[in-house]
């Protein structure tokens, strides 16, 4: 993404943070207008952060994310990431983003702004590749990850927790599980794979639908039910997206194997109701599309 950079202070060294990098920066942003006013929407000061996880807290305490995904909320991490990897330890600058972008689907309040950071990098460690941690490095990392993530979504912050709970699954993508580590057996170590790899799924498609990412939803769903076909969480949100989707069929089918798991689950029984009615009104509908088509 293109910005304009304006050193306001030289770093030293020739050294730059890579993507993977902890960083400690202060970060002010603003929305400035043509008018020449500004909002400021982010303020840090002396802050340990990841690049590849950047959080944005916005006034007043809204959060997005400074990170790359598929959402467009999130190019914005995308743009401060790049930002940073252009400085050097020391360094002060200003960025002028050539492109205007929501923050969680918020626009600036003029509509007229740009979005204008302040970065001020202070210090930097370079992060290491995932091909050269252990297996040991990565399964921890990846129940950080999972653990953060879980914390985020309690707090609220779907989109920061749906980015941790990605990196998690990514970490363990990585780990083999024909090399059992520090564990009392290899089926001991398996299903500590098996049941992070299953939770981290479950809860990243549980901010799929928040998000309405009904497709992502399915698709990571499938993904625990091809471990555990009788995952009931995996059934039930699948089946919440499917519907969704107006594919009833599907839907109804996961209902039906997640009901014969646990029969007396309310919240299946409920979204079966639900299926019939939806199903009802879409037929009532597509009818009379049928009938003013012909007359």
């Known amino acids: 993404m293109e910005f304009e950079k304006t050193i306001l202070k030289a770093g030293a060294g020739i050294y730059q943070p890579n993507k993977l990098a902890t960083v400690v920066v202060d970060i002010v942003g603003k929305w400035r207008a043509s008018d020449g006013t500004s909002t400021v929407f982010d303020t840090r000061e002396n802050t340990d952060l990841e690049i590849g996880t950047l959080y944005l807290e916005l006034h007043p305490g809204h959060r997005s994310c400074y990170c790359p995904s598929d959402h467009t909320d999130d190019e914005m991490g995308v743009a401060v990431a790049d930002m940073i990897c252009t400085m050097k330890q020391g360094e002060r600058s200003e960025f002028l983003l050539h492109k205007l972008l929501p923050i969680n689907n918020q626009v600036p309040p003029k509509g007229d702004e740009v979005a204008v950071f302040t970065i001020h990098l202070h210090s930097f460690h370079q992060g290491t590749d995932v091909w050269q941690l252990t297996d040991q490095e990565r399964l921890e990392i990846a129940k950080k990850h999972k653990q953060q993530g879980s914390e985020l979504f309690k707090s609220g912050h779907l989109r920061g927790a749906s980015i941790r709970y990605s990196k998690a699954i990514q970490r363990l993508a990585a780990v083999d599980p024909d090399t059992p580590l520090e564990v009392d057996s290899v089926e001991e170590y398996e299903r500590e794979i098996v049941s992070l790899r299953t939770a981290s799924l479950m809860n990243l498609a549980a901010c799929q639908l928040k ?85």
């Open 211 to 295: 998000f309405n990412e009904f497709q992502h939803v399915v698709r990571n769903c499938s993904r625990v039910l091809e471990l555990d076909p009788r995952n009931l969480k995996g059934r039930y949100r699948r089946a919440k997206a499917l519907l969704a989707m107006n594919d009833f069929e599907g839907s109804r089918s996961d209902l039906l194997k997640a009901r014969e798991v646990e029969p007396g689950n309310q919240a299946v029984n409920e979204l079966l109701r639900t299926l019939e009615a939806q199903e009802m009104a879409h037929r009532a509908k597509y009818r009379e599309a049928l009938k003013t088509m012909f007359n």
